[in-house]
């Protein structure tokens, strides 16, 4: 299938596919790049799924993910700093630059959104300098305003930025995610802040579709099934100077209920059909 250059799959999106049968069946479609998950990889093993990207001719576009970096007390902020460097070791081993981050919610008792926001940027001082030193970018993934309590306390691009111009750009970066910022209308000039200074390390395709689901976590639609107009999106990137892989990142229950294979296949239509074309 033509158009699929820039296209990369994250895992998550037929996450019923093995890591083997997703490398072949990458490869039968074309598919050159994916984007991988920490707890299937380690399920698999590190070095088993470098080799098995490698040998398929894939390249891992980034790293999902680090971050959780909001805990107040001193063991679990260690513990979560832990984590986060070894999550920057399994990235280089993979081969992919950029590490994902899910900053995190707020701690049970906290309502100080502003505090545990400070706490991501203490935590990014000490984690930036290591990831640079592995040759991985850290990417802030801003999450819609309905996670702020629980997974995210950083739900736009402007929250985003403001913590990662605190560090050089080749440390610390943004994830532009359609499903997570399509309804904020300060997000085109956003994007065209962090693009002028190269912190725009993954740009990640989901749908908007409703009603969403019960739980709202496995809510992510299909590409062109809902209210999301992805070339404008491209566009949007592109004109702030990312012209890097693409990665479709589905949550959904429906999808995971179908043939992984038939999934995938249908996935790179709908990114031919709705971004490229």
Same mark, same amino acid.
């Given at each position: 299938?033509?158009?699929?250059?820039?296209?990369?799959?994250?895992?998550m999106t037929?996450?019923?596919?093995?890591?083997?049968?997703?490398?072949?069946a990458c490869?039968?479609?074309?598919?050159?790049?994916?984007?991988?998950?920490?707890?299937?990889?380690?399920?698999?093993?590190?070095?088993?799924?470098?080799?098995?990207?490698?040998?398929?001719?894939?390249?891992?576009?980034?790293?999902?993910?680090?971050?959780?970096?909001?805990?107040?007390?001193?063991?679990?902020?260690?513990?979560?700093?832990?984590?986060?460097?070894?999550?920057?070791?399994?990235?280089?081993? %993979?081969?992919?630059?950029?590490?994902?981050?899910?900053?995190?919610?707020?701690?049970?008792?906290?309502?100080?959104?502003?505090?545990?926001?400070?706490?991501?940027? *203490?935590?990014?001082?000490? %984690?930036?300098?290591?990831?640079?030193?592995?040759?991985?970018?850290?990417?802030?993934?801003?999450?819609?305003?309905?996670?702020?309590?629980?997974?995210?306390?950083?739900?736009?691009?402007?929250?985003?930025?403001?913590?990662?111009?605190?560090?050089?750009?080749?440390?610390?970066?943004?994830?532009?995610?359609?499903?997570?910022?399509?309804?904020?209308?300060?997000?085109?000039?956003?994007?065209?802040?962090?693009?002028?200074?190269?912190?725009?390390?993954?740009?990640?395709?989901? *749908?908007?579709?409703?009603?969403?689901?019960?739980?709202?976590?496995?809510?992510?639609?299909?590409?062109?099934?809902?209210?999301?107009?992805?070339?404008?999106?491209?566009?949007?990137?592109?004109?702030?100077?990312?012209?890097?892989?693409?990665?479709?990142?589905?949550?959904? *229950?429906?999808?995971w209920a179908?043939?992984?294979?038939?999934?995938?296949?249908?996935?790179?239509?709908?990114?031919?059909?709705?971004?490229?074309?």
């Amino acid at each position: 299938m033509t158009g699929l250059e820039r296209f990369s799959i994250n895992q998550m999106t037929v996450k019923q596919l093995s890591l083997p049968e997703l490398a072949d069946a990458c490869t039968g479609l074309g598919i050159r790049h994916v984007g991988l998950w920490r707890e299937p990889v380690q399920s698999y093993g590190l070095e088993a799924t470098a080799k098995l990207v490698r040998d398929a001719g894939l390249t891992v576009t980034t790293l999902c993910r680090g971050g959780f970096l909001t805990a107040i007390g001193p063991a679990e902020r260690a513990a979560a700093l832990a984590d986060n460097r070894r999550a920057v070791d399994e990235a280089a081993a %993979l081969g992919t630059d950029t590490l994902v981050l899910v900053s995190g919610g707020l701690p049970a008792g906290s309502k100080d959104l502003r505090g545990a926001r400070e706490r991501i940027a *203490d935590a990014l001082a000490e %984690l930036g300098p290591y990831a640079e030193r592995h040759g991985v970018r850290l990417a802030i993934e801003p999450l819609h305003p309905m996670y702020a309590a629980d997974r995210c306390v950083v739900s736009t691009l402007t929250q985003a930025l403001d913590l990662a111009e605190r560090f050089p750009a080749h440390q610390v970066g943004v994830t532009v995610d359609t499903y997570h910022l399509w309804w904020d209308d300060r997000a085109p000039e956003q994007i065209a802040r962090a693009g002028a200074t190269g912190r725009i390390h993954t740009f990640q395709l989901a *749908d908007w579709t409703t009603p969403l689901p019960e739980g709202v976590l496995n809510g992510r639609g299909q590409i062109g099934d809902g209210a999301i107009d992805m070339r404008e999106w491209k566009a949007y990137v592109e004109t702030a100077g990312y012209t890097g892989p693409i990665e479709v990142e589905l949550f959904n *229950d429906g999808l995971w209920a179908r043939d992984g294979r038939e999934v995938l296949a249908e996935t790179a239509a709908r990114f031919v059909e709705h971004v490229m074309e």
